[in-house]
């Protein structure tokens, strides 16, 4: 278990993801791409970027930078909210396409495609959840 | 449970406490002085829920079930009530409850509490950062307070990991929203909380409601200025529909308003306002000229402002749907409408729905009514009934001897009353709607009686109780007295009913309308769950298929459901239509079932298509109606069905198929 948005999550991430989840069962062999944009990540209220690219299933990116923003990819969908409530997320308090209904999260791209694939991103947020166990108060 | 060493001695009367507070809907109508009584003295001072009649139930209940521990706050809440009995008459008009026996209850608990084991509620950064922007009387983590704030946009289970704040104006409201974001903490508006209330029971609990962070209370934005010469107002998001309609009326001018303890602002946020004036007030966006309010980062926008992009186009598209309001309203400019001095109401009796559907129709196009709509006899008798037991009496004689299932429902003035009194072979006027209201428990009481056996056996019974010779007879029988009606209720509150029977406007049908204080009446120790929309008027069977829809779901899961009510929007183009299930809010398993029909009659009616379900209405209430009706979206796919179903299991986590 290691702590949230640290290189750590990053590299446990990558490895929990490749070998628990299915690319046909489990992500359906979707091809798709997330920017997560977290704003004010305490302590220093920074801004935190994600990136997380699936091809035909399978991880094929998952980076994460503090500060700077992930500008040389272009992600199908970019989601911005604040630590707080991406916290919630990967501590389950709250479901990624809840957080989207009730406004906590905003979404550039198309809602539609991104609700299409919403199994899949619960999919990988339970596997992300898994290694998380420790967060910013 | 409660630590039983910090109750001195035993808690008699609490449990009678309790059994009056589970039976509470939080109907807000202990909040606006509809009877002329004067509001609560303590709820009017303290402004948060815990110091309301519907407060005191809610933390009673917590109390009994070891939820909360006393704390100081808990002392000042029960001692702050005076004993003045406001609350009795005012719960009792709408809901038949003694509040006030709760009150006296928690007065005698907190007497015999010892005062040094109460609970301790220490200040933190948070609550402290929150009382420098709003003071320290109005940002509280009290345990006690937060649990007065459960069931109305706290979830039943939920941890109390609250803080309550009740800001006073709009730049307040903005610090709060920048504070919060700043320290990560999710927040919500409150504003009635009826509606709320309403889905807690249900699997829309988690959906509609706050899971833990910051309660702003929106009570004390009571701004509300008439402006007559332009024919609006400018309401504060604390007024409610009841405080718009009162001092509007005072200039002989109408808002077009919701339920009477609906706050004007989060009700035209949530729906646009939906009313039976609509046809000739409008909706969504035409109820306003301008508004204020705080998006999510904290910054404060005018409609007026010049370099907003457009704030009234929105995609009515099945995945733009809101859960929560992606803004707070802070202030709003409402038209206001010119009331006629020959103005009337008429009623026009059907057995069937479809007769009274293209009536309903046909006066919408013809932009016949200032109030216009189709009632079912369940609403009707809701409505006029004093109590539940009279209202299940008066449901029963109307369907099944009188067989009145349906009224038209029209406040007109002269003129447009002379064209519907035209177009039917009897009508029923003020008079005889006066009668029903005063005569309602007669009525009621005559169920098994011969004359109603007689009556049943007429070809049509509706003509001879409105139009025929029996029409003497049946008013003279009713007793329609403001004495009679007021015999109903507890004797030591008869008198006070008496002279509220007798005051003109509790029996005009055109003031009750405008002010819209009888569908509290619908919550009367019970929840009305309403869904419906908004459908095409140019297609009947299309109309029909989805009441029928909401009918034989409500049939399948065993609820007491009915069609409430059907009102033309946009000079008829359109119609509104509420289909009610009535559940016990205390029965997890009837709760259950209507979990279930909600999900089962959002995804038919989305299926069918042409329709603008509620779940697509909440939250377009700013919006115009020209991008929210057209056009109406099409029936789902069955790969955009199946994405639905996907989102609402993520969102509402699992649940039995149906």
Not at chain 2, 584 to 611: C, F, M, W, Y
Request: net charge negative.
């Amino acid at each position: 278990m290691v702590k949230f948005l640290s290189e750590d999550w990053i590299e446990y991430g990558k490895q929990y993801i490749r070998e628990n989840l299915d690319p046909q069962k489990d992500l359906n062999n979707i091809t798709t791409s997330v920017l997560g944009v977290i704003e004010h990540v305490p302590p220093q209220d920074t801004t935190t970027n994600f990136y997380l690219e699936i091809t035909k299933g399978q991880l094929s990116d998952f980076i994460l930078r503090i500060g700077d923003s992930i500008s040389e990819k272009e992600a199908v969908f970019v989601i911005t909210g604040n630590y707080g409530t991406f916290r919630d997320i990967f501590e389950g308090k709250i479901g990624i396409a809840m957080a989207l209904l009730k406004n906590r999260i905003k979404l550039k791209g198309s809602k539609i495609e991104a609700l299409k694939i919403i199994k899949q991103l619960d999919g990988l947020i339970e596997a992300l959840r898994k290694i998380s166990d420790e967060f910013e108060e | 449970m409660v630590d039983d060493s910090i109750v001195t001695i035993k808690k008699t009367g609490l449990e009678e406490a309790v059994a009056i507070a589970e039976k509470g809907t939080h109907c807000g109508m202990c909040r606006i002085d509809f009877l002329g009584t004067g509001l609560c003295p303590s709820g009017k001072k303290h402004g948060y829920v815990a110091y309301w009649p519907q407060g005191r139930m809610e933390i009673v209940k917590h109390l009994n079930n070891g939820r909360i521990q006393p704390t100081e706050k808990l002392i000042d809440i029960a001692n702050s009530c005076t004993l003045c009995g406001i609350c009795d008459k005012q719960c009792n008009f709408a809901t038949q409850l003694r509040p006030e026996k709760v009150a006296k209850a928690l007065k005698e608990y907190v007497k015999n509490l010892d005062k040094k084991k109460l609970q301790k509620v220490p200040a933190d950064d948070i609550l402290t950062g929150l009382r420098a922007i709003v003071g320290d009387e109005w940002a509280t983590n009290d345990p006690v307070i937060i649990a007065s704030y459960i069931r109305s946009i706290i979830p039943p289970d939920a941890p109390l990991n609250y803080y309550i704040v009740i800001p006073e104006t709009t730049e307040q409201v903005s610090k709060i929203i920048k504070f919060a974001n700043k320290h990560n903490i999710p927040f919500l508006p409150r504003s009635g909380g009826t509606a709320l209330s309403v889905a807690t029971p249900t699997i829309l609990s988690n959906a509609t409601s706050l899971e833990h962070g910051i309660v702003l209370d929106l009570l004390r934005l009571k701004k509300l200025q008439i402006h007559p010469e332009s024919s609006t107002a400018r309401v504060g998001a604390g007024v409610t529909a009841f405080e718009l309609q009162k001092e509007a009326y005072k200039h002989h001018l109408r808002a077009n308003v919701a339920e009477a303890g609906a706050h004007v602002c989060a009700n035209i946020a949530t729906t646009g306002i939906v009313t039976t004036w609509g046809n000739k007030y409008g909706c969504f966006a035409d109820n306003f000229i301008d508004l204020e309010l705080v998006d999510n980062d904290g910054n404060i926008r005018n409609h007026h402002d010049m370099e907003i992009s457009n704030p009234y186009a929105t995609d009515n598209n099945f995945t733009n749907i809101s859960l929560s309001p992606p803004y707070v309203i802070t202030e709003i400019t409402v038209k206001l409408f010119p009331i006629f001095d020959d103005e009337e109401a008429v009623f026009v009796p059907f057995d069937n729905v479809e007769d009274a559907l293209d009536m309903v129709l046909e006066l919408g196009k013809r932009g016949i009514g200032l109030s216009l709509a189709v009632l079912s006899y369940k609403y009707l008798a809701e409505f006029i009934c004093p109590t539940r037991k009279i209202a299940t009496d008066f449901e029963d004689v109307c369907k099944n001897y009188l067989k009145l299932r349906y009224v038209l429902d029209v406040v007109c003035t002269k003129e447009d009353k002379k064209i519907i009194e035209g177009m039917f072979d009897y009508t029923i006027d003020q008079n005889m709607l006066r009668t029903l209201i005063l005569g309602s428990p007669k009525l009621a009481s005559l169920k098994t009686s011969e004359f109603m056996k007689i009556l049943s056996e007429e070809e049509d019974p509706l003509r001879a109780v409105f139009a025929g010779p029996m029409r003497k007879h049946f008013e003279k029988g009713l007793d329609a007295s403001p004495e009679n009606i007021a015999k109903v209720y507890d004797a030591d509150l008869q008198d006070f009913f008496k002279k509220v029977y007798a005051r003109p406007d509790f029996t005009n049908v055109v003031w009750l309308h405008a002010f819209r204080i009888l569908p509290s009446r619908l919550m009367r120790q019970r929840m009305a769950m309403g869904p419906g929309g908004a459908i095409w008027a140019g297609d009947k069977k299309h109309i029909l298929k989805w009441i029928n829809m909401f009918a034989e779901v409500g049939d399948k899961h065993k609820l007491e459901h009915a069609l409430g009510f059907i009102s033309p929007l946009d000079d008829g183009k359109f119609i509104y239509i509420e289909y009610d299930y009535f559940y016990d809010h205390n029965n997890p398993e009837v709760a259950g079932r209507i979990s279930q029909t909600l999900l089962e009659t959002t995804e038919k009616s989305l299926a069918l298509g042409n329709v603008f379900t509620l779940i697509n209405y909440l939250f377009k209430g700013i919006h115009r109606k020209e991008h929210v009706l057209y056009p109406l979206p099409k029936g789902l796919t069955k790969e955009e069905e199946k994405i639905f179903i996907d989102v609402l299991h993520s969102v509402l986590g699992e649940f039995e198929p149906w």
